[in-house]
């Protein structure tokens, strides 16, 4: 059984920021505020934050040294309609791997009640091309 998903295209532009472990939170938390939609994950080697372009910048702070933080602005982010079940398989693996077939470079966010798949701007409505192309609905918004 195939399963049509629908997406939804968010009309922001987003960037995402590489940040070293040790930054404090209080350097990058401030990007958050009023966000709709924000991503924050910290491993052992990196934070990764995924902010909307109106709060792209992070203030000159002794405490990130310019060679540590990398930036790389103008993603475009879909959404998955959810809630989507845990019992569900192959999601990511259906979109990613449909534009990997396009050569379509992608970041994922999963979070408990969805995904969310960020291509660059400039392969967004190739992407959207592709996601209808397998039989999945797009909207715009």
């Known amino acids: 059984m195939t399963l ?3 997406l939804e295209l968010d ?3 987003y960037t ?3 940040l070293p472990p040790s930054t404090p939170a209080s350097v990058y938390l401030p ?3 009023n966000q709709t939609w924000y991503s924050i994950t910290k491993t ?3 934070i990764s934050l995924v902010v909307s372009h109106a709060f792209s910048d992070i203030p000159a702070n002794h405490l990130v040294p ?3 933080h990398k930036i790389s602005p103008s993603w475009r982010c879909f959404k998955v309609a959810g809630p989507l079940d845990f019992s569900l ?3 990511m693996a259906n979109l990613s791997g449909a534009l990997a077939e396009h050569k379509i470079s992608v970041f994922v966010v999963s979070t408990y009640d969805t995904d969310y798949i960020l291509v660059k701007e400039d392969k967004a409505l190739d992407a959207k091309k592709v996601f209808e192309g397998i039989g999945h609905s797009v909207k715009v918004l």
Do not use: F, K, M, W
């Open 66 to 68: 310019n060679d540590e």
């Open 31 to 33: 990007l958050v505020d």
């Open 4 to 6: 049509l998903l629908n």
């Open 11 to 13: 009309s922001l532009p």
């Open 89 to 91: 398989v192959g999601i």
């Open 44 to 46: 052992a080697e990196e």
């Open 16 to 18: 995402i920021h590489r």
